[in-house]
């Protein structure tokens, strides 16, 4: 079964500094992935979403990711935070078998200290 | 170019009672898709409807239903609410199958049920 796992329930970076949150999926076939946002009292937001494409996908706000099959990585990075990326994110997996349905991790809140 | 909408925004239920929940999703989106967000379970798929048929199904009791008609609009109802059910109910649509290679799946902002 497809299942996706996200390291660190919350993230603490200074604005300006390194954005990392990190998903490792677990899949015996490279599944579909994707990082949504969420904004306190708001719906999901996609971010960025892999495809095979790429291994490298860039998405909205200055993220991006990195698909890392070795890895069974997805992991979200930003060069740089802003006071407005301060959000919840999920990563999100949907197998390539059975594409209908979205299986998201548990999320990682993101708070950005000035 | 209009949204997923989803009403009502919030609601508030007595335990036993049931529910409906309806959405809108963007024109000429035939895939609708609901999940149910809770603290402590997450995000958890509910069904996906395409072209008014069920096409897939989460783990969720026979208490929570939906249906998709002909103009793609879909609606949740939740029967014998139980406290348990108080969460974020959110929709999302895409142009065909959810999550597929070339379709970006659009979520509304939700409806909180709460139950009391």
């Known amino acids: 079964a497809q299942s996706v796992t996200q390291l660190g329930s919350h993230v603490s970076v200074s604005e300006g500094a390194l954005v990392l949150l990190r998903c490792n999926y677990s899949?015996?076939?490279?599944?579909?992935l994707f990082w949504y946002v969420q904004y306190p009292n708001q719906g999901l937001q996609l971010l960025l979403k892999y495809t095979s494409a790429a291994t490298l996908v860039k998405g909205i706000n200055g993220f991006e990711a990195e698909f890392k099959k070795s890895e069974t990585s997805f992991h979200l990075t930003k060069p740089s935070a802003h006071m407005s990326d301060a959000a919840e994110y999920f990563c999100?997996?949907?197998?390539?078998?059975?594409?209908?349905?979205?299986?998201f991790g548990s999320g990682t809140r993101l708070s950005i200290r000035p | 170019k209009a949204g997923v909408t989803q009403t009502p925004r919030y609601l508030i239920k007595t335990r036993g009672q049931q529910v409906t929940l309806s959405c809108s999703p963007i024109?000429?989106?035939?895939?609708v898709s609901w999940y149910q967000q809770t603290p402590g379970q997450g995000l958890q798929f509910l069904f996906e409807?395409?072209?008014?048929?069920?096409?897939n199904k989460g783990n969720f009791p026979g208490r929570f239903s939906g249906r998709q008609f002909s103009n793609s609009r879909s609606e949740m109802n939740v029967s014998t609410l139980e406290l348990g059910d108080s969460a974020l109910y959110l929709c999302?649509?895409?142009?065909?199958?959810?999550?597929?290679?070339?379709?970006?799946?659009?979520f509304g902002e939700g409806s909180w049920l709460t139950v009391v």
């Open positions: 999100a997996v949907t197998p390539r078998s059975s594409a209908s349905k979205i299986i």
């Open positions: 899949s015996s076939v490279p599944p579909y």
């Open positions: 024109s000429g989106h035939r895939s």
């Open positions: 999302a649509s895409s142009l065909e199958v959810a999550g597929g290679s070339g379709n970006t799946i659009y």
């Open positions: 409807y395409f072209s008014e048929t069920q096409r």
